[in-house]
């Protein structure tokens, strides 16, 4: 695959997420699908504006939680059955409420190493590159005080000068060209 | 800041809506209704095995326990939110306020179970410990119990540490209910110093809280087996407070939310941050449930083990699955979803459902302790009094709840998370 050049997508920059927030709900119902939200801490109404989609990453959670209590719950039960059978305290040897606290810890375990790597994964992590780095007030706010919104250039409404102009119309604090 | 043009302002009228006059009619119908059912299954039960005003006092004691839990749990919840802090708190204020509120009439059920004290309790009813184990009315365990344990479990001590507890719990709900009325009309100034005092006020009544439940839970439920002790009893209760009251809780307020001014201060992120919290004590409930239960059968010592015998053999092991489905799985699971968590509806049923699912497990705890069921799960005119008093005595406290929750305004104004509540969902930071 060829290196991908020319424009990612305009940055706009906003200073409350409110204003994102309005500003990506009517973008979104402008007929925009190709944009992004990011802001420094979770915002749910900016998810929804875009138009949160659901993911795989809670069937993965409970995939993983499953086999975390299959996996438990079968060893012990094979360890203390089959493979070496001893007499405590004259409990028989397939004693499950013993077996049910190590089998629960595995589900948790399971649960969230999957929940954690699933959303990596999902999300195509670790990426060693993005171009929104490449904006300077991006690489400075995003993870402090700042809100941006980003429509991108693979959607078909998407012309620099036009989308220049229409972010405008929400009176963002700046709205930046970003290359790939 | 932007975000404060569109925040949204406090109604005027802050009073209960109508619907509260409409559910306590409602609840009123309910147990007059379930009364007299009651009483025809006392008769009936009565007529068939001479158990029918026995199994009447034992539901009795079953509605007891749970209107206890509401009211008392409701002053625990109410303690701990002055203390904890939060939106959330702002929110429930009123409605647990009115809940403490409750608790002459929990005091007046408490009273049948005093006088009737014989009826329930074997230690009470057993005064001469030699002749009932001779007449083989006790067996050796209990008359070991009955006589060792005789200095606590007697009459006169049963009801001088219920009075105290009573006394103390009334203390706080009265100190509670009368300041949160004095600080809404104080002005906004003093909001710290209220802060303050209702944080010096709560923290200490907290642990005051835990220890004089638990107190209350070995004398009205764990005593009706002289025999057994279990040390987390008294945690146990506790956590079922926190699981029932969350519960009520969330239905008080989803059902208030269709008028103002719940409308209003309601959002979607208080709603499921109570999902969540219930969602805690539901997972808390049966960690704690299980870990009695892993320790005493892995200890299987002979004075601990025959409790759960009594409550898993003779059919009992139904009931016992069912209650961990009904009282864990299913809240556990329908909770687990986030989208559940913030639809109201479905919400509320699965809160109803937890309310339910509490009366079960205390059905499994209170009914084994007798001679004639222990070991011996068996369909009578008199069990069925467990679905007919509680419900009764549920629906009259329910009644008397609507009652205090139409006395005060449902918001406190003198507090700054009034404001905040009133922001929109995204400004949470």
């Avoid at chain 2, 309601?266 to 941050?273: G, P, V």
């Amino acid at each position: 695959m060829p290196a991908r050049e020319g424009t990612y997508g305009l940055l706009a920059e906003f200073d409350t997420p409110s204003d994102l927030v309005r500003a990506a709900q009517q973008a979104r119902l402008d007929g925009w699908r190709r944009l992004d939200c990011y802001t420094p801490y979770p915002v749910e109404e900016a998810a929804e504006a875009i138009g949160f989609h659901r993911n795989k990453v809670p069937l993965l959670t409970l995939v993983g939680g499953l086999m975390g209590l299959a996996a438990m719950f079968g060893m012990e039960t094979w360890v203390s059955v089959l493979a070496y059978p001893l007499n405590i305290a004259g409990r028989p040897t397939y004693s499950w409420p013993a077996f049910l606290i190590p089998a629960y810890e595995w589900t948790i375990l399971f649960a969230g190493l999957s929940a954690a790597f699933g959303m990596f994964a999902l999300n195509g992590l670790p990426a060693l590159y993005h171009p929104l780095f490449n904006a300077p007030n991006f690489r400075n706010g995003a993870t402090t005080d700042k809100f941006f919104l980003c429509l991108e250039a693979l959607d078909p409404k998407f012309d620099l000068v036009e989308t220049r102009a229409y972010l405008t119309t929400f009176a963002p604090v700046s709205v930046v060209e970003v290359e790939y | 800041m932007a975000h404060e043009t569109h925040a949204k302002t406090l109604p005027a009228q802050l009073g209960a809506p109508a619907i509260v006059d409409v559910l306590k009619m409602r609840a009123l119908v309910i147990a007059a209704i379930f009364s007299v059912i009651a009483l025809i299954l006392a008769l009936l039960g009565q007529a068939q095995d001479h158990l029918g005003w026995d199994h009447l006092l034992r539901a009795w004691l079953l509605g007891l326990v749970l209107t206890f839990g509401f009211a008392v749990g409701g002053l625990a919840l109410l303690m701990v939110q002055y203390c904890s802090g939060g939106k959330w708190g702002l929110l429930l204020r009123r409605p647990l306020e009115a809940m403490s509120r409750t608790l002459p009439l929990v005091f007046g059920y408490w009273v049948v179970v005093a006088i009737f004290m014989k009826r329930l309790y074997l230690w009470a009813a057993v005064t001469d410990v030699k002749a009932a184990l001779a007449s083989g009315w006790t067996n050796e365990a209990q008359a070991h119990a009955i006589e060792f344990k005789r200095p606590m479990l007697n009459p006169l001590s049963f009801t001088c540490v219920s009075l105290l507890c009573f006394a103390i719990w009334g203390f706080y709900a009265w100190r509670l209910n009368t300041l949160g009325l004095k600080r809404d009309k104080d002005s906004a100034d003093t909001t710290p110093f209220w802060i303050k005092k209702f944080e010096n006020i709560s923290g200490p009544g907290i642990p005051v809280y835990a220890l004089t439940m638990t107190a209350a839970a070995i004398y009205w439920v764990m005593s009706l087996d002289p025999t057994w002790y279990s040390s987390v009893y008294g945690l146990l209760f506790l956590v079922g407070q926190g699981y029932q009251v969350l519960a009520l809780s969330i239905i008080v307020v989803l059902m208030l939310s269709n008028d103002e001014p719940y409308r209003t201060i309601l959002r979607q992120t208080e709603q499921h941050d109570l999902g969540k919290f219930t969602f805690a004590f539901v997972m808390l409930n049966i960690y704690l449930a299980f870990g009695q239960f892993l320790i005493i059968w892995s200890g299987n010592l002979p004075e601990e083990i025959p409790w759960y015998l009594d409550r898993i053999r003779g059919h009992w092991g139904i009931i016992i699955t069912l209650d961990f489905i009904f009282h864990w799985l299913i809240p556990f699971t329908l909770l687990l979803s986030r989208d559940l968590k913030r639809n109201k509806k479905r919400l509320i049923w699965v809160c109803r459902w937890m309310i339910f699912a509490k009366a079960f497990d205390l059905f499994w705890l209170i009914e084994p302790n007798f001679k004639d069921a222990a070991r011996n799960l068996h369909f009578s005119w008199g069990i069925l009094e467990y679905a007919a008093m509680p419900v009764a005595m549920v629906a009259f406290w329910a009644a008397y709840f609507c009652m205090q929750l139409k006395t005060r305004p449902l918001v406190q104004t003198n507090d700054p998370h009034v404001a905040e509540i009133l922001e929109p969902e995204h400004v949470q930071a």
